[in-house]
């Protein structure tokens, strides 16, 4: 079973910045695709970023310009820099993985606990 640990998430005012990481553990053969959502109270749960293997990137359109996702030199790390932050990005993010187990298995979509952002002045 994989792990996601999800780290980097506060209190942070209105223009300012927050960098989230993510470390995916355990006994896995690859992963494809890692990404970051996030959900607001009262809303679903909403892609903010996703990026593959090849490094291919696609972002939601409300954080185009602003966020930008990346992989970690260390194996199976995602990193999500949060920048200009607003009000409406408060919300509780979410490490996504699309985790391989074995070679030519099908791929299980698994999630980490979750970290709040909370942007506030």
């Known amino acids: 079973q994989v792990q996601l640990v999800e780290s980097g998430g506060g209190l942070v005012q209105p223009g300012g910045s927050l960098r989230l990481s993510c470390a995916a553990s355990?006994?896995?053969?690859?992963?494809?695709?890692m990404g970051w959502y996030r959900q607001a109270p009262g809303k679903q749960r909403e892609l903010v970023a996703g990026i593959t293997s090849a490094g291919t990137t696609n972002y939601a359109d409300s954080v185009k310009g602003r966020f930008t996702i990346y992989r970690g030199n260390a194996k199976n790390t995602v990193y999500l820099q949060m920048n200009s932050l607003n009000p409406e990005d408060t919300a509780v993010y979410y490490c996504n993985a699309l985790v391989e187990y074995f070679r030519g298995s099908p791929t299980v979509n698994s999630w980490g606990q979750g970290t709040q952002v909370t942007v506030s002045s």
């Open positions: 355990g006994d896995i053969f690859s992963i494809e695709t």
